[in-house]
């Protein structure tokens, strides 16, 4: 079964032309929690957002800065000069991260001499997230075949025919948003989930809600 809800005050960007949803779902630094600006570290926690004051980068004023591991791919520019850099990529030639459809969206700044972040284009259009709900009949899941039989029956996931249906490939795909990704801020519900905890052992669960601890929220009724 599939439900949704608006996330509370968290907001996914999208590319401004394609709109193509390009971040996980994001809420506002607190202002108690300033940006790093120190080399080599990230200069916003992963899950938040900061709007720059150029403080962070001469020419990045009123952009929003992330942290790199929320974007929901990485695809870079596909001029190599703007992919210039020494141990990663500095950012100096102009936008260098660009959208599935190939519509530049942010630059990249993951080089040693700099904090590290996502700069997203200036006014990058972002709207509310809305997580959509999966719930799982747990008593259908006696075998970790099952559950991954079950999971996408129900999510019914992009990419499906290219799962892996094991959970070093569901690590994959929500961390990285390949195939198998269930969507940004989605809710994995597993109803009777001590009968599923019986059969599909220990190991599996703990592993399960480890690899969906920041990234999918995990509710085990």
Known sequence: MTESKTSAGRLVFECPVCQQVVTRPLERLPGES???????????????????????????????????????????????????????????????????????????????WMAHAAVLLVNMPSRQATAAIYTLDGRRLISPDAFWREYLAVVKPEGAEYFGCSLAAFRDAVTGGGPGWPGAGAVLRIESSSQAADSLGAEFMQRLQEICAGQVVLELL
């Not at 570290?41 to 929320?70: E, K, M, Q």
């Open 34 to 112: 300033p940006v790093c600006y120190e080399d080599g570290r990230d200069a916003v926690p992963a899950g938040y957002f900061a709007i720059s004051d150029d403080d962070y980068w001469t020419g990045s004023a009123g952009c929003p800065l992330i942290n790199l591991a929320d974007l929901l791919a990485r695809h870079h520019h596909p001029d190599a000069r703007r992919n210039s850099g020494c141990c990663g990529r500095d950012g100096c030639d102009g936008p260098n991260l660009v959208c599935e459809n190939g519509h530049e969206v942010g630059t990249e700044k993951s080089d040693c």
